[in-house]
Structures are given as structure tokens and as C-alpha cells.
């Protein structure tokens, strides 16, 4: 199975911005839909957003219109956009596959911590 490797988390200020990253070594890559979670200390997993190989997005409530998810095929790779930052987006932040859609995750990586504070 492939792994994944997440980066581009950190420190930010509320109303900032940060760019996640998240590589594969899936060949396969085009096929699959992925996704991002995000897990904050003593609460559930829970997913930010999803894209199909063909581009199409799906937001959790919480971030529409704040996060952009996007997908390389070429590169193998995906990434998250996130905008004006709130607190309350501060957690670890995973890439996946979309459990909605292929009813099974890939080994999770170590995520990247992502932490919102002035």
C-alpha cells in the first residue's frame, strides 16, 4: 500500500493563510479520490475536504469557502489551501483516501500539525 507523506503545516495567526502538501508513492494515483482530515487533541477525526482524479471538491461545513483542496496528478501529489485561519482549524491534518468513497484508508502518515494562535 502506498504511504503518505504530509507537509507545510505550522504557525499561523488567525485570518492567515498556510499551504499543506501531501505526496504518494501511489502509481495508481489518478484513480483514487483523496482526501484531507484533521484531528485536534481529545476530539475525532474529521474530514476537511475530498477530490475525485477528475477534480471534483467537497468542503466540510466548517471551512467552505475558506480551504481549496487540489490534486496534481502529474506531480502525485495534493495539497490544501487554507485561508483566513481560525483558531479553531489548529490541529494535525492527514491525506488519505476519501473512506466515503473506496470504504478503506491507505496507512496514515504523521500528518502536519497546523497551529492557529496570535
Known amino acids: 500500500q502506498a504511504q503518505f507523506v504530509e507537509s507545510g503545516g505550522g504557525l499561523a495567526q488567525p485570518g492567515g493563510s498556510l499551504r499543506l502538501s501531501c505526496s504518494t508513492s501511489e502509481i495508481n494515483f489518478r484513480v483514487y479520490t483523496l482526501a484531507w482530515y484533521r484531528q485536534a487533541p481529545g476530539k475525532r477525526r474529521e474530514l476537511v475536504a475530498t477530490?475525485?482524479?477528475?477534480?471534483?471538491?467537497n468542503y466540510g461545513d466548517s471551512v467552505k469557502g475558506r480551504f481549496t483542496i487540489s490534486r496534481d496528478n502529474a506531480e502525485v501529489s495534493l495539497y490544501l489551501q487554507m485561508d483566513s485561519l481560525k483558531p479553531e482549524d489548529t490541529a494535525v491534518y492527514y491525506c488519505?483516501?476519501?473512506?466515503?468513497?473506496?470504504?478503506?484508508?491507505?496507512?496514515w502518515g504523521r500528518g502536519t500539525q497546523v497551529t492557529v494562535s496570535s
Open positions: 488519505n483516501l476519501d473512506y466515503g468513497e473506496h470504504g478503506t484508508y491507505w496507512p
Open positions: 477530490i475525485s482524479g477528475h477534480g471534483v471538491t
